[in-house]
T-cell receptor, first 115, second 112 residues
Framework: GQQLNQSPQSMFIQEGEDVSMNCTSSSIFNTWLWYKQDPGEGPVLLIA?????ELTSNGRLTAQFGITRKDSFLNISASIPSDVGIYFCAGPELNSGGSNYKLTFGKGTLLTVNP | NAGVTQTPKFQVLKTGQSMTLQCAQDMNHEYMSWYRQDPGMGLRLIHY???????DQGEVPNGYNVSRSTTEDFPLRLLSAAPSQTSVYFCASSYSGVAEAFFGQGTRLTVV
């Protein structure tokens, strides 16, 4: 299957700093999803992107769907302690038979925010 | 709405034991899936289902069985547990395979 490569693997930042992370694929995606996982919880959707070039915001979060459809970026502005967690990118890919889609995740970016 | 409910939250098994992880959703979603999460590996898809009676394998299906007899339930069975199956397991559901997935709170499984 397709691999989603996320970078960086981890980040340690000071409260108030801006954060940027990205996700790349060797193949084209038609949808990019960004999730956040708090410690001990399941992932929760932050932003969904459906069109190449699309730029979408959710509060202090902004995500972009790359023009090539092989990458996506997530930015967090003015970070706060509750931004701590693992951020995952995800995208649907066709199964081997081409009959339906399955959601594939990157390995995640672990964000630590120092107050 | 309860969303996606997983039981149990924690489980310890001995090698060779069998068990079923339960997953239920009340959102009338057609698509359900199981992932395992290991440190540094992200979320890896085990099995998924696009509707009642239809299942397919994900990245890491070996050692796990699934069935989907109703829209609401999608249990994951471990027939003979192995230490390599020690992990956190998440069930998710969505309207379709390309839509937002809603996750349960996870089952932390330890096989000794």
């Amino acid at each position: 299957g397709q691999q989603l490569n996320q970078s960086p693997q981890s980040m340690f930042i000071q409260e108030g700093e801006d954060v940027s992370m990205n996700c790349t694929s060797s193949s084209i995606f038609n949808t990019w999803l960004w999730y956040k996982q708090d410690p001990g919880e399941g992932p929760v959707l932050l932003i969904a992107l459906y069109k190449a070039g699309e730029l979408t915001s959710n509060g202090r979060l902004t995500a972009q769907f790359g023009i090539t459809r092989k990458d996506s970026f997530l930015n967090i502005s003015a970070s706060i302690p509750s931004d701590v967690g693992i951020y995952f990118c995800a995208g649907p890919e066709l199964n081997s038979g081409g009959s339906n889609y399955k959601l594939t995740f990157g390995k995640g970016t672990l964000l630590t925010v120092n107050p | 709405n309860a969303g996606v409910t997983q039981t149990p939250k924690f489980q310890v098994l001995k090698t060779g034991q069998s068990m079923t992880l339960q997953c239920a959703q009340d959102m009338n979603h057609e698509y359900m899936s199981w992932y395992r999460q290991d440190p540094g590996m992200g979320l890896r898809l085990i099995h998924y289902s696009v509707g009642a009676g239809i299942t397919d394998q994900g990245e890491v299906p070996n050692g796990y069985n699934v069935s989907r007899s109703t829209t609401e339930d999608f249990p994951l069975r471990l027939l003979s547990a192995a230490p390599s199956q020690t992990s956190v397991y998440f069930c998710a559901s969505s309207y379709s395979g390309v839509a937002e997935a809603f996750f349960g709170q996870g089952t932390r499984l330890t096989v000794v």
